[in-house]
Each structure stands twice: as C-alpha cells, then as structure tokens.
C-alpha cells in the first residue's frame, strides 16, 4: 500500500532544495509516495502552512532552514520563529531543522524552544545523512546529527547546570560584547550582570577573574 508523505521544504536558496528534494526522491522506499513544497521564505511558508490545514491535509514533515530572511510583517525574525509557530499551528508534523549555526548556545536555544525530531548542521550534512534523517524522523525520531549528538552529550556528562541568561552571558561574551553592554542586551541591571558573571566565575573556578579564563573554561565543557 502507498504511503503519502507530505513535506515542505523552506530554505532560501534554490540550489539547496533542489538537492535536499531529489536526495528524498532518489532514496526513498518503493512504497513511499512523496508530496513536496517548497517555500523561499517565511511568508511562504505561512500559507503553505495554512492552505494544507484549511484542506485538511497537514504536512507529515517540515525542513526548516534556521537562516531565513524577517516575514514582510516582521513577526517572525528567522526560520526559529517560523519552526515555533508550526509547532503551534501543525502540532503533528514532524520538524526537521537545518542550519549552518554549530555554537552551543543555538544548538541548546534551538532544541529547548523546537525540540525538533531532526536536526541537522548543514555542515556535518551529506546525501546519505539527509536519506537516513527522513526515514528515521518518519519511523523512529529524532534523530541528530554529530555535531549536536557530542554537544549533547558534552553538556550532559558536564555536572554544571547553567540557566538561560547565563548562557547568553557566556555566548555574548564570546561575541565580543563588553559587561557593560550585556545589561541591556539580557534586560537586567548592569549589577544583576556582574553578579552573575561572578557566580559563572565561580562555578568554572575561574582564580584569576579574566572573562578570557572563563570563556576558555566554558568552551572546554562546550557552554559556548
């Protein structure tokens, strides 16, 4: 019996679905029918998204590029948004996400906000990992690629529990961003910053109170 795959596809760049599209085509099983959209964007998207509920017919899959320009009405500022607000309106569909980003600190935002059932870094990405990542997001997710897997498993086997606004301190900090601008980055007193920063110094037993140490100690538990 034939099953019917429906799937939409987003990612700005042309050239790249096409690949992703045939990869799925050329590898898929005998008794798979595949149904596939494409969307260059998040408006795009939207009423793909839309039109396939109002016919009763939602996707079984999304591949969500996480690079993807602002929507003309400025709701949803990159493919996080947009892979939020399918979780949303598409409670069933599977959501695979794709990205060139491999810092730690968007792996774990991007898993905590979606929990996606795959997810890839484009650059651990090849045509048999795509063919593999479809079948088991279909049959048995999630499934991950190894750059996630090791940061995963990094953070997992590290006994630190870091909150949220402290690991946008960490990430910011390794952006360059100076203490004095954190604060109005994370919304909370220029104080507030300092005391946390001095309690990440503590928790990566920083002795010498360079941010330098910090970042270096962060890194070699994969915080940052």
Same mark, same amino acid.
């Given at each position: ?12 760049? /042309? ?5 992703? *599209? ?9 008794? *798979? ?6 969307? +260059? ?13 109002n016919e009763e017919r /939602? ?9 993807? /320009? ?33 810092? /730690?600190?968007?792996?774990? +935002? ?54 949220e606004k402290n690991r ?30 001095? *309690? ?25």
């Open positions: 019996m034939t099953e019917k795959i429906r799937i939409l596809m987003i990612d700005d760049h /042309p050239m790249i679905i096409e690949g992703y *599209q045939n990869t799925l085509l050329f590898t898929k099983k005998e008794h *798979q029918e595949l149904l596939i959209n494409i969307a +260059n964007n998040c408006d795009e998207a939207v009423k793909f998204m839309e039109k396939s509920i /939602p996707y079984d899959m999304l591949f969500v590029d996480i690079s993807l /320009p602002p929507s003309k009405d400025g709701r949803m500022n990159s493919g996080e948004d947009l892979a939020e607000y399918a979780r949303k309106i598409l409670p069933n569909s599977k959501i695979v996400v794709l990205t060139m980003f491999n810092e /730690p600190f968007r792996i774990h +935002n991007i898993i905590k906000s979606i929990n996606p059932e795959g997810f890839l870094i484009k650059s651990d990405l090849t045509s048999s990992e795509l063919a593999s990542a479809f079948q088991a997001v279909l049959n048995n997710p999630p499934f991950y690629s190894g750059t996630v897997n090791s940061f995963i498993r990094k953070t997992i086997t590290s006994d630190i529990v870091i909150d946008k301190i960490l990430h910011l900090l390794s952006q360059g961003v100076k203490t004095k601008n954190l604060a109005t980055h994370l919304g909370i007193s220029l104080s507030a910053v300092e005391k946390r920063k001095k *309690q990440l110094k503590e928790i990566f037993s920083v002795e010498d109170g360079q941010d330098e140490t910090l970042l270096s100690e962060a890194r070699k538990r994969g915080f940052v």
